[in-house]
């Protein structure tokens, strides 16, 4: 017999879900605001309300993602057609495991969530920052005299899988005690998810630690955003302001008509 290789695929596209599945049931962050929605019984018919066509939407999504990126996010999306219904950008981490799960995992588990508490396709983001060890020894003061010695601490590398105040206290910390030119990185992943499909789109900053604060995030978020609407745009088709192209149609077409209509009623 032959081997059906589309069975294959669908029987191992099945079980890499369900481990998927299986590894996400452990991360234990979450949003209040979710919650509240979960419980809500008005949230059902605000979920499920259509797009505003007068204003050249035509796909209802949501989103999780940082609060400062919603704008970004919005704004590149809504040339497509998409409108977001709403973004959950409240998640904390519940126990120490959370800090050390990909981020990866955590977006896919926040656009999970929400796809399953409002019933629409959500993207979700998280981002991670790293700092790499030192590249030469770095020495702390010491007495004249002294041989220098290696702080531990400043060689290391750091990595965090979220961004907070933490990144500007390390940065801070280490930026008078190392090379400025120490490199950091930002990473920011998005997951797509509506119930059947996922995708993940990256974006990435790599920055000297002198230059390096927490607001370098804006970077791979807006690339992570411009790739995830490329990848989306061939997906679904997205037409670029589709809505535009109908009004221009529509006007030109009405125009058209009314000359029609005149001639007639001149001859």
Known sequence: NIMDWDDVDEEEMKKEEEEK???????NIRSVRLEKARDNPNAKSYFARPPDELEGFDRMWVA???????ANLVGVFRN????????FADWEDQSP??????????????ARQVYEATGLPCIA???SFEIEPARKVEVSPNAPGRV???????QSGYKFNNIGDHVDYIVEALEPQTDPSRVTRFTSCL?????EMEVLDYGYCDC????????????PMAHAITEMCKTLQLTFGLEYQKWLKQKLQTAVGGRGGASIALRDRVL
Not at 21 to 27: A, D, F, M, T, V
Not at 97 to 110: L, R, T, V
């Open 125 to 127: 983001s998280r981002t």
């Open 148 to 154: 220098p010695v290696a702080n531990p601490r400043v």
């Open 80 to 87: 497509y057609g998409v409108q977001f219904a709403d973004n």
């Open 208 to 219: 000297d630690i002198y230059f390096s604060n927490s607001v370098r995030t804006f970077i």
């Open 97 to 110: 495991e959370d800090a050390h799960w990909s981020i990866e995992d955590i977006a896919s588990f926040k």
């Open 191 to 195: 997951c797509y998810y509506d119930g």
């Open 21 to 27: 599945r299986e590894r996400l049931s452990w991360i």
């Open 64 to 70: 999780a993602i940082d609060a400062p990126c919603l």
